[in-house]
């Protein structure tokens, strides 16, 4: 299958939109957890987990990261401004920056509440948050974005995205001349 992993995102993202039926997305919901929560952001997070190896892999073919510590630092080496990257929610009028924490040598919180529930479910399962699935989708799509940078600048990746986008695109999710990602000139 062409691009597999962006197609594995869609479907990831299509749960997510599936749960907004009947939990709002919304700040006043961001504490809201669940069983489903819990699925999509194990499901997400280890999606995040390969498609982060497969980026390393791309910046340098020796590399032999294997944990979020060291994808962060060959990919912040690599991408000095990787962590600028905002997701926008038009439908909700929100912008998220899933990979901010990076900027301060620190892994993002929604990484550590994955790591949270799937270790010790047992006492956390109130992190598989709608807030941290939020994010980790966003960060998803973020390092897709990366992953698959010749083919977003070629718009040639498709189908679109039916809630997130990604900002100083023209209209919806219109991969074009005017798209660029930080650190990746045109």
């Known amino acids: 299958m062409k691009f597999l992993h962006w197609h594995h995102f869609l479907s990831l993202e299509k749960d ?17 957890f669940s069983i489903v929560y819990t699925k999509l952001i194990l499901g997400i997070c280890s999606e995040i987990d390969v498609i982060a190896k497969l980026l390393c892999k791309s910046i340098d073919p020796a590399s032999t990261a294997s944990n979020i510590n060291q994808y962060r630092e060959e990919i912040i080496e690599k991408y000095p401004n990787f962590y600028t990257v905002e997701t926008l929610i038009p439908r909700y009028s929100l912008k998220v920056s899933p990979w901010l924490r990076w900027s301060t040598d620190k892994n993002p919180d929604w990484w550590k509440a994955h790591n949270n529930v799937k270790h010790e479910r047992n006492t956390h399962f109130m992190l598989a948050s709608q807030k941290n699935v939020k994010e980790a989708l966003c960060a998803l799509f973020c390092i897709l974005l990366y992953f698959y940078q010749p ?3 070629a718009s040639k990746l498709q189908p679109s995205p039916e809630l997130l986008d990604y900002d100083g695109m023209p209209g919806h999710f219109l991969f074009g001349s005017s798209v660029e990602l930080p650190d990746i000139p045109r």
């Open 16 to 32: 997510f939109i599936n749960t907004l039926e009947y939990v709002e997305l919304d700040q006043a919901n961001d504490g809201a």
């Open 151 to 153: 083919e977003v600048y």
